[in-house]
């Protein structure tokens, strides 16, 4: 084979691979994954808060989308 024909192959079992893990799901699992324990972040207005905490104690700007003193007032 060609270089060209390895890195067809190669995309192709990757697509393979990737498409594995697709799997219809029943309704009654549904309420399995929707549980807080899945979720990426299972407190998000804690996380928020302290975020908010950081940033003003630190008086630091950028990054976060917001910019402001150490007076907490941003």
């Known amino acids: ?38 979720a990426l972040d299972p407190n998000p207005a804690q996380s928020a808060m302290r975020t908010h905490v950081r940033i003003s104690r630190e008086a630091a700007s950028g990054g976060e989308a917001t910019s402001g003193g150490g007076c907490g007032c941003n």
């Open 1 to 38: 084979m060609r270089a060209s024909g390895w890195v067809m192959h190669l995309a192709l079992c990757g697509a393979l691979l990737a498409t594995i893990g697709c799997t219809p799901l029943a309704p009654w699992e549904r309420g399995t994954l929707a549980k807080p324990a899945m």
